[in-house]
Nanobody, 119 residues
């Protein structure tokens, strides 16, 4: 599975960004998708995820501000990030989990896209 993330950039606090990730090499509708964030000195952490059935999960810090969505017909997962703060800054990674083969779970990562929030 190949994942191509895009949409990072430099914004001011309070502004919005939308990240996109296009997947290839698998049946997208089978994949569980997620966005992770890593900031300097910190471990990579889950920001939001959406299962292949459409169930979503969010980190407490982004609830009410971020929305994850998927378009299976476009092999795409997006992360709409609103009211950004300096704590949202970091490298965002797209993740895909594939458990379509019984008894297996394969994890895939895209290249990161950098989000910088200036105050």
């Amino acid at each position: 599975v190949q994942l191509q993330a895009s949409g990072g950039g430099v914004v001011q606090a309070g502004e919005s960004l939308r990240l996109s990730c296009v997947a290839s090499g698998a049946i997208f509708s089978d994949l569980h998708m997620g966005w992770y964030r890593q900031s300097p000195g910190n471990e990579r952490e889950l920001v939001a995820s959406v299962t292949n059935g459409g169930s979503t999960t969010y980190a407490d810090s982004v609830k009410g501000r971020f929305i994850i969505s998927r378009e299976n017909n476009k092999n795409t997962v997006q992360l709409q990030m609103n009211n950004l703060t300096s704590e949202d800054a970091g490298v965002y990674y797209c993740n895909a989990g594939d458990d379509s083969d019984p008894g297996t779970y394969n994890d895939y990562w895209g290249q990161g896209t950098l989000v910088t929030v200036s105050s």
